[in-house]
T-cell receptor, first 113, second 116 residues
Framework: KAGVTQTPRYLIKTRGQQVTLSCSPI?????VSWYQQTPGQGLQFLFE???????NKGNFPGRFSGRQFSNSRSEMNVSTLELGDSALYLC????????????FGPGTRLTVL | AQSVTQLDSQVPVFEEAPVELRCNYS??????LFWYVQYPNQGLQLLLK??????LVKGINGFEAEFNKSQTSFHLRKPSVHISDTAEYFC??????????????FGSGTRLSIRP
């Protein structure tokens, strides 16, 4: 069974640009969650999508948005990039219940110059 | 708001020695507790989780953790570590017990380094 895949693995952008990150969950998983990992703030929950609907959201500004497609693949978009958005962005998939194990992808390393 | 405190940012241990990584959470309500491991340049992998039942939880790679409700702790232990255990370990908690959510709060992480 293939694991969670994230593309691209590395990305360099400049301030003010926008970026889209992609996450393909494990086959059969309907929940995709996104996390931001930085040395200063640690791991922070961004949002979760389940069956194409956002059902949980963290404390991030509206510049961070996402969506989920009918095949459960998810994209995360960050508009008007800031230097502080430089981070490792991780996605995780699960069957959808809190008791289900979340499986993480390797992450996308975003650098904003 | 729920929070998780990992008391040690770094733990150096000699190979084959026992190790304990400490974790405390701040909730008086029922919670789910997790330990994740992150190897260099990789995503997170679940080591173990406590949902209910026995307070001693066994996970992968020989790790175990004990849920202590009175002390609001969930410390991770391994009786004998190996070089391959070198990684960062994250304690996490969720107090959202609805079946329709998966929001998890992570601790700041403990870097475990194994010395030969």
């Amino acid at each position: 069974k293939a694991g969670v895949t994230q593309t691209p693995r590395y990305l360099i952008k400049t301030r003010g640009q926008q970026v889209t990150l992609s996450c393909s969950p494990i086959s059969g998983h309907r929940s995709v969650s996104w996390y931001q990992q930085t040395p200063g703030q640690g791991l922070q929950f961004l949002f979760e999508y389940f069956s194409e609907t956002q059902r949980n959201k963290g404390n991030f500004p509206g510049r961070f948005s996402g969506r989920q497609f009918s095949n459960s693949r998810s994209e995360m978009n960050v508009s008007t990039l800031e230097l502080g958005d430089s981070a490792l962005y991780l996605c995780a998939s699960s069957l959808g219940d809190i008791t289900d194990t979340q499986y993480f992808g390797p992450g996308t390393r975003l650098t904003v110059l | 708001a729920q929070s998780v405190t990992q008391l040690d940012s770094q733990v150096p241990v000699f190979e084959e020695a026992p190790v304990e990584l400490r974790c405390n959470y701040s909730s008086s309500v029922s919670v789910y507790l997790f330990w994740y491991v992150q190897y260099p340049n990789q995503g997170l992998q679940l080591l173990l989780k406590y949902l209910s039942g026995s307070t001693l939880v066994k996970g992968i790679n020989g790790f175990e953790a004990e849920f202590n409700k009175s002390q609001t702790s969930f410390h991770l232990r391994k009786p004998s570590v190996h070089i391959s255990d070198t990684a960062e370990y994250f304690c996490a908690v969720s107090d959202d017990l609805r079946s329709s959510a998966s929001k998890i709060i992570f601790g700041s992480g403990t870097r475990l380094s194994i010395r030969p």
